[in-house]
């Protein structure tokens, strides 16, 4: 499968899918405020974004959404793995990146601390199973997808461990290695653009950009009211949750599909180069949008019993799951 395929398949689902990136299955209803935002809807990272800001004068508030847009567009030229030209395919080609920007580091540095407080189940370096995947299941038409040897040997490429980062350098330590931030860049902008609005003296905003941040600082009006779809069904509610001055992002794998059946999805689990997540769905609220997203994509691999034992260190941070049996839960 080539990379202008798979741009296009996110791109196609996200918007079928609603307000979001793939996967995404929120609505948001406004209640209680008493002065109208300016609202943006519009396409960011590949996919529906939407903007909330309250700010008196209109004309700034648009000025404001245009400086958004270009800073989405400049971070892109950085995480996409889907632009031949940008920093990180440039590194995923050469297996090096001198004079790395300042944010690839960055996100990097975040990426690496989720792999270990995930015990290596959030893993940057499972682009090389997405890879083998397409390539599989395009060339020869089998649903199954590689085989367990092609499997073991794309395996030999996984481990985060194995990227070194420096101001000077990021390398990557195994030949053929590659990278993908689809985990936690949307995240990471979606907090960028939050910053950026609120240092340009902003105190009440709703960011969309692929993940959902929340920012009111004076809390004079009531919360946002986030709905938690179905991956099934769009019109089935699964829960409906307060947003205030939080973020909340959904991981599921059948959002983005690699076979017919919807069997393989997107996300591996690099111990077994699986791409079979243990739920439905799993939905994160955090106090930021990139841990929440890093987060969605690790518990969708995590037993439920690790996942109670990882909240622990995480105090704040709420989890709901969709079961294999439908059972949509709370973790606690």
Do not use: C
């Not at 632009?83 to 975040?110: T, V």
């Not at 682009?127 to 397409?134: D, E, I």
């Not at 997808?145 to 420096?166: H, M, R």
């Not at 691999?301 to 704040?316: D, W």
């Amino acid at each position: 499968m080539k990379a202008i395929s798979r741009r296009r398949f996110l791109s196609i689902a996200a918007a079928s899918a609603g307000i979001g990136l793939v996967p995404a299955w929120y609505r948001q209803a406004l209640a209680g405020v008493a002065q109208e935002p300016v609202i943006w809807q519009g396409i960011a990272l590949g996919a529906d974004a939407q903007l909330r800001i309250y700010h008196e004068d209109k004309q700034e508030a648009h000025r404001l959404v245009q400086r958004v847009l270009d800073e989405v567009t400049r971070l892109e030229r950085i995480f996409s793995i889907y632009q031949e030209d940008s920093a990180l395919s440039r590194l995923n080609a050469q297996g090096y990146l001198d004079q790395p920007p300042k944010e690839l580091l960055q996100l990097l540095s975040r990426s690496h601390y989720f792999s270990q407080l995930s015990q290596g189940l959030f893993d940057p370096s499972v682009q090389v199973l997405w890879n083998l995947y397409a390539q599989s299941l395009a060339e020869t038409k089998l649903q199954s997808g590689p085989n367990q040897a092609a499997i073991e040997q794309a395996l030999k490429k996984v481990d985060y461990q194995k990227v070194s980062l420096s101001a000077e350098r990021i390398e990557l330590l195994v030949p053929g290695m590659q990278l993908t931030l689809n985990g936690i860049a949307q995240g990471y902008i979606t907090d960028r653009v939050t910053e950026l609005l609120r240092q340009a003296g902003l105190d009440r905003m709703l960011v969309n950009m692929g993940e959902i941040r929340g920012l009111d600082k004076l809390e004079k009006e009531a919360p946002w009211q986030v709905s938690i779809r179905s991956p099934f069904d769009d019109h089935a509610l699964l829960a409906r949750v307060a947003l205030r001055n939080e973020a909340i992002a959904t991981s599921a794998g059948s959002g983005t599909p690699l076979d017919a059946k919807g069997q393989i999805t997107h996300l591996f689990n690099p111990s077994t180069g699986l791409g079979a997540p243990l739920y439905h769905s799993v939905s994160v609220i955090a106090e930021d949008a990139t841990t929440a997203d890093a987060l969605s994509t690790a518990f969708s691999l995590m037993p439920l019993a690790q996942i109670k034992e990882s909240l622990k260190a995480l105090p704040g941070v709420q989890v709901y799951v969709l079961d294999q049996d439908q059972q949509f839960l709370k973790v606690v």
